[in-house]
């Protein structure tokens, strides 16, 4: 038997001026796990987002955060 397909919505694909919104859509969807892309300045050159962000997303919702 094959394991179960289990989709992960970037977040990066958020609305962030609708963020907490957001993250209860994706949960009503059917996601179990966020997908996180932490992106600083530091070891790339972009920026998406950090910690703070992180924060925010933790405090508005219970899912699996997958960060990297």
Known sequence: MRDAVKLAP???A?????????LRECKTAGAEY???????????PVITLGTPIVRAIRSASDLVLDLH
């Open 10 to 12: 970037s977040i990066i």
């Open 34 to 44: 966020l997908h996180v892309d932490v992106m600083d300045g530091r070891f790339v």
């Open 14 to 22: 958020a609305d962030f001026s609708r963020l907490g919104e957001q």
